[in-house]
């Protein structure tokens, strides 16, 4: 059989990285010969994981076809995420816990999504199904993931199967999964190599709602004043993405990851709408918001119904 | 929680209807409020099936929004193919083993897609991922949807995945594979009470290829001639499909369920493909295919190559 590529979505996150590592660790168990590929470079914390549990970086391709024939989708199944040239080769599975959307094949395929926190939590029954040993390394893997989806389980996509998992994995790991959680997640907040343009694009999505388009980009942070510290640099940068793109909004999200509150900078024709939205006053262009640290859950769908 | 249908495609054949009623076995199991239902009328087989185990027959429903807010599809997931209404529900689940196409969710959900011959060869991996015990009831059933989709093990979509179960079932509910197929099948090909206007179109679907469009019919016989006997007045029945339809070539199958073989009657302007395609002679608009008893792996793909 020849070699099949696992791959993640494009700005890969820990999820997508170490998805692909260790799903493609478990098809070589089963005799397949899979290769773990990256669609870009890694961030902090991803780097953090594989560092603590020796698993050496994937390969960033580019284009898959000139290499295999078929791939494996882990952490995404929209082809607008995935590998440029996705639509000349063969996707035979696909493993995520995303929406379904944009994904079609001419034959039937594995495809397992479940709607749980972090892809790696379905990994984990995978193994079991094939009654596949977890090595500790894959298991350091698979439990990073987990607890950089779940915000160190606080995040509401977090659910019971992914806190049971951890709880697994950590074992197998022999790591303690707070202590470790904790110490990742810090190293993924360390954005003292990070400059200013890093923090309002790197992780930065564009939205639309009510014929009206909006960005929401989030930084998690230890010292969320070290961030808004800078604000007046940031509203130069963040106005002129407003203009340029011509958003009725633009929401900053600084999360504190230790307290699980998050701080916005809101700019744009439409921030009239965030005091109802969140229900928190807004004082020289930023408000608090207090519990709030998934954009999937707790800010889209709010921005979402003001504007509709 | 309020109450959740389970249902197959339109047109349901044995898989569809076996995978409903038992997907809402399970369901209830572990706490759902689930009904099966189904899209349309049970053919002789499906009939015949549920009568073996005891089984009763679905609700027939044709729109599902004025009773439930949620929907779990098995045996299909395209729009085109399920409850008409699809749009005003949520669909929660899927469970099925077709290639995907035609599907969107705004959230993420369970989708449990496999490449095996059978849904309920994947039903049965979830009772055994549950640990839920399965009944005899249960088991018929399912061994029943084995059979059909994969003519007693005899088409090449059944995989060493099907036979395994179909084995196990076959114990759990008591009755000898082999015997209970030919009896089923048998059943199913009874035609006595069809008419020739129900042979061309029960089962019959439509395909396009290199900008031609043509038609499949298939009807499972244990006695082909007493089919073919009736050549001259199917012939004026397909002649005026392909009249009104404007297709190029419509071909009408008969499959020998004891032996694997089809025979065909081939009708339009494009017959000129068929002898090499099949690499058999075509004679007074009939052609014989040794070893041909899947539509969908041996029919559709010869027909769309030689027409592309
Ligand atoms: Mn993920
Ligand atoms: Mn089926």
Same mark, same amino acid.
């Given at each position: 059989?020849?070699?099949?590529?696992?791959?993640?979505?494009?700005?890969?996150?820990?999820?997508?990285?170490?998805?692909?590592?260790?799903?493609?660790? *478990?098809?070589?168990?089963?005799?397949?010969?899979?290769?773990?590929?990256?669609?870009?470079? !890694?961030?902090?914390?991803? +780097? #953090?994981?594989?560092?603590?549990?020796? /698993?050496?970086?994937?390969? !960033?391709?580019?284009?898959?076809?000139?290499? %295999?024939?078929?791939?494996?989708?882990?952490?995404?199944?929209?082809?607008?995420?995935?590998?440029?040239?996705?639509?000349?080769?063969?996707?035979?599975?696909?493993?995520?816990?995303?929406?379904?959307?944009?994904?079609?094949?001419?034959?039937?395929? #594995?495809?397992?999504?479940?709607?749980?926190?972090?892809?790696?939590?379905?990994?984990?029954?995978?193994?079991?199904?094939?009654?596949?040993? &977890?090595?500790?390394?894959?298991?350091?893997?698979? *439990?990073?993931?987990?607890?950089?989806?779940?915000? *160190?389980?606080?995040?509401?996509?977090?659910?019971?199967?992914?806190?049971? /998992?951890?709880?697994?994995?950590?074992?197998? /790991?022999? %790591?303690?999964?707070?202590?470790?959680? +904790?110490?990742?997640?810090?190293?993924?907040?360390? !954005?003292?190599?990070?400059?200013? $343009?890093?923090?309002?694009?790197?992780?930065?999505?564009?939205?639309?709602?009510?014929?009206?388009?909006?960005?929401?980009?989030? &930084?998690?942070?230890?010292?969320?004043? $070290?961030?808004?510290?800078?604000?007046?640099?940031?509203? %130069?940068?963040?106005?002129?993405? &407003?203009?340029?793109?011509? +958003?009725?909004?633009?929401?900053?999200?600084?999360?504190?990851?230790?307290?699980?509150?998050?701080?916005?900078?809101?700019?744009?024709?439409?921030?009239?709408?965030?005091?109802?939205?969140?229900?928190?006053? &807004?004082?020289?262009?930023?408000?608090?918001?207090?519990?709030?640290?998934?954009?999937?859950?707790?800010?889209?769908?709010?921005?979402?119904?003001?504007?509709?």
């Amino acid at each position: 059989m020849s070699k099949v590529f696992v791959l993640g979505h494009k700005n890969p996150d820990t999820d997508s990285i170490c998805s692909a590592i260790v799903y493609a660790h *478990l098809k070589r168990e089963l005799g397949m010969d899979a290769e773990a590929i990256r669609l870009g470079e !890694l961030n902090n914390e991803t +780097l #953090y994981a594989l560092e603590q549990f020796k /698993a050496s970086t994937p390969r !960033l391709v580019e284009r898959a076809a000139s290499e %295999v024939e078929q791939v494996i989708l882990v952490d995404h199944n929209e082809r607008q995420q995935s590998i440029n040239d996705i639509d000349e080769v063969q996707v035979i599975e696909v493993i995520d816990h995303h929406r379904i959307a944009n994904f079609e094949t001419a034959d039937p395929v #594995y495809f397992r999504a479940e709607p749980v926190g972090c892809t790696t939590t379905i990994l984990l029954k995978l193994y079991k199904e094939h009654a596949v040993t &977890v090595p500790a390394e894959m298991a350091g893997l698979m *439990l990073s993931a987990i607890i950089s989806d779940s915000l *160190l389980f606080k995040s509401p996509t977090c659910t019971e199967q992914d806190v049971q /998992a951890a709880k697994e994995l950590a074992e197998i /790991a022999g %790591v303690d999964a707070q202590e470790y959680g +904790l110490a990742m997640l810090k190293a993924g907040a360390d !954005l003292s190599n990070k400059t200013l $343009e890093d923090l309002v694009s790197l992780d930065s999505k564009e939205f639309e709602a009510g014929g009206h388009r909006f960005e929401v980009a989030q &930084v998690n942070a230890i010292d969320v004043s $070290e961030v808004m510290n800078r604000q007046k640099d940031l509203e %130069v940068l963040i106005g002129d993405i &407003v203009a340029t793109k011509g +958003l009725d909004l633009f929401v900053f999200t600084v999360t504190d990851i230790l307290n699980n509150n998050s701080e916005a900078i809101v700019l744009g024709r439409r921030t009239d709408i965030i005091e109802g939205a969140f229900g928190s006053e &807004v004082t020289d262009n930023r408000v608090l918001m207090p519990g709030v640290v998934s954009r999937k859950k707790q800010i889209v769908p709010v921005i979402t119904e003001a504007l509709s």
